[in-house]
């Protein structure tokens, strides 16, 4: 069973359409993650949930938003997708310590 | 959050030890370093944390010095497939509900030739 699971793995779609990655750990974990790593593979953290509560939120366009149904899921809702939206998004979730187990990402190409 | 710097790239053999270092000079008290390792296509992968002195597991080897200030992650016998991009991370922020914020660097590219 994989741990942190996103979908899907890859993404191709049109400038100024909205679409949605969705994830899920089985881990049990409280708290999840969404970061961003983009073409010079600089990996950047959007968003932190715990217990489906937002606790980080960094500068992210508005176009960008998470929802936790429940604490063992953390989608990315994104808006009026733009060409520099194009990078690899990844999953995460933790419990209790600095240790953070990833998800596999997903490529998003915005053509 | 202190800030780390580390090697971009290296390259070596397989079979041979692999140490990689990192500079921390403004680590706090508090904080903790972890060591992250990314394969292409994957996520990140913990490989293992430490706070001072050597720390080991299956996998790797942490040497912390007595001023903290660098880290040494140490990988023994590496193999074609320990080649990957390696993240020093450290800091660790004082959970109002158990979030950590994470920075990653650069990371260092590690390359194993056969």
């Known amino acids: 069973d994989t741990a942190v699971s996103q979908t899907p793995k890859y993404l191709v779609t049109q400038m100024g359409n909205d679409k949605s990655i969705k994830c899920e750990q089985n881990?049990?974990?409280?708290?999840m993650y969404w970061y961003k790593q983009d073409s010079k593979k600089f990996l950047k953290i959007m968003f932190s949930y715990n217990n489906k509560e937002l606790i980080i939120n960094e500068t992210v366009p508005n176009r960008f938003s998470p929802k936790s149904p429940d604490k063992a899921h953390l989608n990315l809702h994104i808006n009026s997708l733009e060409l520099g939206d194009s990078a690899v998004y990844f999953c995460a979730s933790s419990q209790d310590a600095p240790i953070q187990y990833f998800g596999a990402g997903t490529r998003l190409s915005v053509l | 959050l202190a800030k780390t710097t580390q090697p971009i790239s290296m390259d070596s053999y397989e079979g041979q030890e692999v140490n990689i270092t990192c500079s921390h000079n403004?680590?706090?008290?508090?904080?903790?370093i972890t060591w992250y390792q990314q394969f292409p296509s994957q996520g990140p992968r913990f490989i293992i944390q430490g706070y001072k002195t050597k720390v080991t597991n299956e996998v790797a080897s942490l040497f912390i010095p007595a001023d903290r200030k660098s880290s040494t992650l140490s990988l023994p016998r590496v193999s074609l497939s320990d080649t990957a991009v390696y993240y020093c991370l450290v800091g660790l922020i004082p959970p109002p509900r158990f979030v950590y914020k994470i920075i990653f660097g650069k990371g260092t590219r590690l390359h194993i030739l056969p």
């Open positions: 881990l049990g974990h409280d708290t």
């Open positions: 403004n680590i706090a008290t508090n904080d903790y």
